[in-house]
């Protein structure tokens, strides 16, 4: 059920203007800091650039599917590019083999992402890692 409802996610992020998916005039609800809503309109890049906080059990898997479907993900018209996986370890091992490259201990690493994806479990210190990511409307799929 888990891999069902990030599929969503991600497809409803990654590919607005296909038909089996949700119309491209989908919207976004942005939490501003006051806490007030707003809906606003919102756009995929032509590359969307990923980062994903935490590379566990779960973390693990989605960086193996969103690296299993890039190419499928391209010729559908929108490629993508994982900027980074941050971890507590990066040299512990995790049988990612070319992908150990991208994981990372320095937040700072992660870059300017269009999505990001928590996977880290907790509260406190994935708010705290993503909070200049929310304030900037970014979407975040945890």
């Known amino acids: 059920m888990l891999a069902f409802e990030f599929n969503q996610l991600l497809c409803q992020h990654l590919m607005p203007a296909i038909p089996a998916f949700p119309p491209t005039s989908f919207s976004i609800l942005r939490i501003r800091a006051a806490g007030s809503v707003r809906r606003t309109p919102y756009t ?10 935490g590379c566990g059990t779960v973390g693990r898997q989605v960086l193996l599917q969103i690296h ?5 993900l391209a010729a559908l018209g929108r490629p ?3 900027t980074g996986v941050l971890v507590r370890d990066p040299s512990r091992p995790r049988g990612l083999g070319a ?3 991208l994981l990372t201990a320095d937040a700072s690493a992660l870059g300017e992402a269009d999505l990001y994806i928590e996977v880290m ?9 993503l909070a200049p990511a929310i304030a900037a409307g970014k979407p975040l799929i945890t």
Request: net charge neutral; proline share 7%; glycine share 10%.
């Open 80 to 82: 993508v590019e994982v």
């Open 44 to 53: 995929a890049p032509v590359t969307t650039k990923i980062a994903i906080l």
């Open 99 to 101: 992908l150990e490259g």
């Open 68 to 72: 299993a479907h890039l190419s499928r």
């Open 121 to 129: 479990g907790g509260t406190v210190r994935p708010l705290e890692l």
